[in-house]
């Protein structure tokens, strides 16, 4: 490369302003591939050619600075994913179904790193039946609990053990309960709902509005603090899950469920081994392809690793 382009990166990770630090590096990359074109006789050079091209066209798109869509031009497939609200990476993203006991992974798929956690769900509980496993149970984080795999598992005959997930179950509990036998719900003060109607909406799903006793909710000391503006009663209004997902909140009340929702500790244990042991960390090479053969041979290796000590054993 020639010496007058300058290859001084800057110093962006000291920025402490993300939104400042993301536009920097991008007037830094703009400004080396302008230098490189006034420096380098591109035309004359075709791979030179293609990756400045190709590095236009991904600062250039929209979503470069929000982190999405295509970050590197080295792996074009790795996206940002996020490990919790705060906590961003890089890369890719493995799922993989092991049973319980046993500790062995019967499936596993890898995705780029923007993938949502369950959506192979059946895929994976379809290869892991082929597999010739029995499934009684099915454990996962919040991030499984969702209507499509709970039906899932249900078609399944199996016993769910995942909790409630407050970003689709918004019932405070401390103030109304459900009656699923009477599809009815009873406030703290005693008043229970008295009539159901469907709301449909445009944008999106529907739902169902509950409406409580008028002369009870008129009269009730928490009037101020449940009922809005001028109505004269509390209308609860719920997704058209949320009666069915209300017993799975009771569920995951019990001693049972807290005592067999300990079994997915095993998923956490075998993370950090396939992570801390095993290279799982990193990626050994680039693309989709490259990181699900990396991901297949460590799932294989550790496998092997368990029928080794049970055999010794």
């Not at 800057?10 to 074109?37: C, G, N, R, W």
């Not at 603090?225 to 899950?241: D, E, F, M, W």
């Amino acid at each position: 490369m020639p010496e007058s382009i300058n290859q001084d990166i800057p110093e962006y990770k000291e920025i402490e302003d993300h939104k400042e630090a993301k536009e920097t590096m991008k007037s830094y990359l703009e400004d080396t591939i302008f230098q490189v074109e006034q420096h380098v006789e591109i035309e004359r050079t075709p791979k030179t050619k293609k990756v400045v091209e190709n590095a236009k066209e991904i600062l250039k798109d929209p979503k470069f600075m929000e982190q999405k869509g295509v970050r590197s031009i080295v792996d074009q497939e790795a996206r940002v994913g996020h490990k919790s609200k705060t906590q961003k990476f890089f890369g890719y993203k493995m799922e993989y179904v092991i049973t319980t006991e046993e500790r062995m992974i019967t499936a596993v798929r890898v995705n780029d790193g923007a993938y949502v956690d369950g959506t192979q769900f059946n895929e994976l509980i379809a290869l892991t039946k082929e597999s010739g496993v029995t499934i009684n149970e099915v454990y996962g984080d919040r991030a499984y609990f969702k209507k499509p795999i709970l039906d899932k598992i249900k078609e399944l005959k199996a016993n769910a053990y995942i909790p409630v997930n407050p970003m689709t179950y918004k019932i405070n509990e401390d103030r109304f309960s459900y009656n699923k036998d009477s599809d009815e719900w009873f406030c703290v003060q005693g008043n229970k709902t008295e009539e159901k109607k469907y709301a449909k909406k445009k944008d999106r799903n529907g739902s169902y509005k509950y409406y409580f006793e008028k002369e009870k909710c008129r009269n009730c000391p928490l009037r101020e603090c449940c009922v809005s503006g001028t109505a004269v009663r509390k209308i609860l209004v719920v997704g058209l899950n949320t009666p069915e997902f209300y017993e799975y909140s009771q569920s995951e009340k019990t001693d049972e469920f807290k005592e067999k929702y300990k079994k997915r500790a095993c998923q956490e244990w075998k993370n950090g081994e396939m992570k801390n042991f095993h290279g799982l960390d990193r990626a050994r090479g680039y693309g989709l392809k490259s990181m699900a053969t990396q991901t297949k041979l460590t799932a294989l290796a550790v496998n092997l690793k368990r029928i080794a000590n049970k055999l010794s054993s």
